[in-house]
């Protein structure tokens, strides 16, 4: 399986990229904050995940111009497409 | 046809071992689509207004209720209803639909200030709510508690009385219920002196009170109409869902035929994609509607 395989590699990196992913959730739904905050808290998971990403393929050895694109394209369609929706 | 989808969802030589949809520039095109969702929607708004429409049901009664709930929390004493309060707040209601605006102050400059004393209320504190698009009282009520100026004003000692405008019309082209609590304290209630005006709330200098409180007897309930419209927000939240849904399992599948066969390839992680697509798509179907101002 190249899902095990590849958290096996790295746990403690994707440990760091999971606990960022459950302190926003905690964040957005339990604590109690406006709909402003929710948005900081949404710019900030995905700024967490795209530099979560530079230091993990970094580290990898693998770290290109594509690689980081296609991180920032992924960032930013879950910004926009939220954003756009809710806010 | 096969041999087509293949192309876009399974990775192979043809697409240099990366499923055609997961390339930046397909990603790119798939917000293209939702931002052109989002502007048929607000076309539809504009051409055909009433066709899109957020329903409620909020009514005053629940909106006062839960309003002298959160007081109580607080020590405070429940505000009365006042019917020219609501009367001044089911204008303000009125007026942002007529002249299609969603702010404390009108285009022409009126403020709420201006329609209390339309109603020829007179006050040394006053203070006013708005909200839209919610569809129950008790999310309404969460939004203006998370909201420090509009608590403050929930929960301000000085106010003594209380109206509230719950009116159905359409703003923007979107069929909406909008929420105007107007808070006051006549000028003969009057014992402390009056603060100093806040974004949300004003004073006047004393005059004569004019505006006896009387219980709640009458209150006009406008939300309780059945919707026959669609929710823009529903429409939102199924675009969003398919386009997230898509990527999500684009990006299972090409992580199963990359290990299935082996390929090595220069492409970010698809277990981190999927996991920032599933906090955002949880985030998306989870959220209600409604704003506050």
Partial sequence: MIIPKEIKQKPLEYLSLAIIFIIGLVIYFFANIS???????????AACYFFWSIIHHYRRGDLSVSVVVEYLVMALLGIILLTVTLF | MKHNLSYYFIPQEKNNFRAQLLKNSFLVILVGLYLVNQSIIKFIGTVKPGVLGYSSEITAEKVLAQTNIQRQNNGLPALKYNPTLSKSAINKANDMFAHNYWAHTSPSGATPWDFFKAVDYRYSVAGENLARDFYDTESLMKGWMDSPTHKANIINSKYQEIGIGVVNGTL?????????????????????NPSKPKPTQTVTNPKENINKPVELTNTKILSEQKSNYINPLTINKIVGAIIFGLIIIVLFIDGYFTLKNGVNRLTGSNISHIGFLLIILIFMLYQKQGAIF
């Avoid at chain 1, 709909?35 to 998971?45: E, N």
Wanted: charged share 5%.
């Fill in chain 1, 35 to 45: 709909s402003h905050t929710q948005r900081l808290v949404v710019y900030f998971m």
């Fill in chain 2, 172 to 192: 923007g082209g979107i069929k909406t219920t909008l929420v105007v609590q107007h808070f006051g304290t006549p000028i003969a209630g009057v014992v402390n």
